[in-house]
T-cell receptor, first 114, second 111 residues
């Protein structure tokens, strides 16, 4: 199994509070991704990183920011959580950006915003 | 806008039956991946198809990429309870490794 951990695994928070989710990898892969998974939508890309301090937006980036100060860590921040951000969040990594390259996924973080 | 449409979204069958899951798009993809996800875990890659018309087999699972690289199918022969899970197709478009996922097909195989 690829070495990817996510923390916390579960979190319940209130509307308006800031939340930070952490993804940590031990594979030294260059590319890292944050997705959210909701029923009927599959996985949707929030933000991704193609190197330290190099990040870009995905298809559902509004309300989210990311940071990557080290190769192994990719942080996802909800500045002011809303109920629409209740979801399961997955981090993924890949070694290259080649289109057929496998992405390895972490175990997910279940976030509930009340 | 959902660029990849998966069907059916839910499928409940008896052990031993055959089934096919479809993944369709109006867009061309450079490759198409199929993932399987179990409850409480992240998706795990099953196969990647790259060439139009390509067919790949993984034991009882057969994957096909459409000739125009706009669609794909997953066929399972003689399904078993261990095949139960969420199946996701994902298309890549040569843009920094980003994947576009279908909505998923939730498969339940009853003994």
């Amino acid at each position: 199994d690829a070495g990817i951990t996510q923390s916390p695994r579960h979190k319940v928070t209130e509307t308006g509070t800031p939340v930070t989710l952490r993804c940590h990898q031990t594979e030294n892969h260059r590319y890292m991704y944050w997705y959210r998974q909701d029923p009927g939508h599959g996985l949707r890309l929030i933000h991704y990183s193609y190197g330290v301090k190099d990040t870009d937006k995905g298809e559902v980036s509004d309300g989210y920011s990311v940071s990557r100060s080290k190769t192994e860590d990719f942080l996802l921040t909800l500045e002011s959580a809303t109920s629409s951000q209740t979801s399961v969040y997955f981090c993924a990594i890949s070694a290259t950006s080649v289109s057929y390259n496998e992405q390895f996924f972490g175990p997910g973080t279940r976030l509930t915003v009340l | 806008t959902q660029l990849l449409e998966q069907s059916p979204q839910f499928l409940s069958i008896q052990e031993g039956e055959n089934l096919t899951v479809y993944c369709n798009s109006s867009s061309v993809f450079s490759s198409l991946q199929w993932y399987r996800q179990e409850p409480g875990e992240g998706p795990v890659l099953l196969v990647t198809v790259v060439t139009g018309g390509e067919v790949k087999k993984l034991k009882r699972l057969t994957f096909q990429f459409g000739d125009a690289r706009k669609d794909s199918s997953l066929h399972i022969t003689a399904a078993q309870p261990g095949d139960t899970g969420l199946y996701l197709c994902a298309g890549a478009r040569n843009q920094g490794g980003k994947l576009i996922f279908g909505q998923g097909t939730e498969l339940s195989v009853k003994p």
